[in-house]
């Protein structure tokens, strides 16, 4: 069965500093990676995905997020964290293999920027 | 495009009345998808159609809970009768094909409150 797991509730990170959420893995096969982000009161809006080829991926509003396959990993990243980027992020999961049209997502990621 | 489109925004309601929740997709998806959003439960897929037919439904919770997609541009997710328990926001999603990497594009949500 497909998983993705967000080992951290909330990550702190100081304006200007680097930010990683992480991001973990469980499908048969090759997966189809997501990462979506939600303000406040807002909707989930796509940021990147992974489909194959290079395993960094640029994304939207200057994250990326690195494909690890012997990890199993996907951790977002951005080298200069700015306030605006305090929400709630997502990590997503879909297998390649198989006919399963779901997509499973983590539990979520507070990113709380510190001015 | 306007993007998916929820309505109302916000619904509040007391315990045993009838809820509907209004969805407009992206024009041109394929795919829809109703979600429920909880502090306690995280996101959970609870139904998801393709071509207006129902594909799963088993993440419903309950009888009380039932979807219906009458053509390619409404859907509506109607509870009755509603419980405090139902308080949640839920979102409505679509996509031009499931699988694969194809990406959901998320509307702004229904925040419901049953009293």
């Known amino acids: 069965a497909q998983s993705v797991a967000q080992p951290e509730d909330q990550v702190n990170v100081a304006e200007g500093n680097p930010l990683t959420v992480k991001c973990t893995y469980s499908?048969?096969?090759?997966?189809?990676l997501f990462w979506y982000v939600q303000y406040p009161n807002r909707g989930l809006q796509f940021l990147l995905k992974y489909i194959t080829g290079d395993n960094l991926v640029k994304g939207s509003y200057g994250f990326e997020a690195e494909f690890n396959k012997s990890q199993t990993s996907f951790h977002l990243k951005k080298p200069s964290a700015l306030v605006s980027d305090s929400a709630l992020y997502f990590c997503a999961v879909r297998g390649v293999s198989g006919r399963d049209d779901k997509i499973i997502f983590g539990k979520g990621t507070r990113l709380h920027i510190l001015p | 495009d306007a993007g998916v489109i929820q309505s109302p925004r916000h619904e509040v309601t007391e315990m045993g009345q009838e809820v509907t929740l209004r969805c407009k997709p992206i024009?041109?998806?394929?795919?829809l998808f109703w979600y429920r959003q909880t502090m306690m439960r995280g996101l959970e897929l609870l139904i998801y159609f393709n071509n207006n037919v129902p594909i799963d439904d088993s993440g419903m919770p309950e009888d009380r809970f039932s979807a219906k997609m009458p053509n390619a541009s409404f859907s509506t997710l109607k509870i009755q009768p509603s419980e405090p328990r139902d308080s949640a926001v839920y979102f409505c999603?679509?996509?031009?094909?499931?699988?694969?990497?194809?990406?959901?594009?998320f509307g702004p949500g229904t925040r419901l409150t049953v009293l």
């Open positions: 024009s041109g998806h394929d795919y």
């Open positions: 499908v048969s096969g090759n997966p189809y």
């Open positions: 999603a679509s996509s031009l094909l499931a699988g694969g990497p194809h990406t959901q594009y």
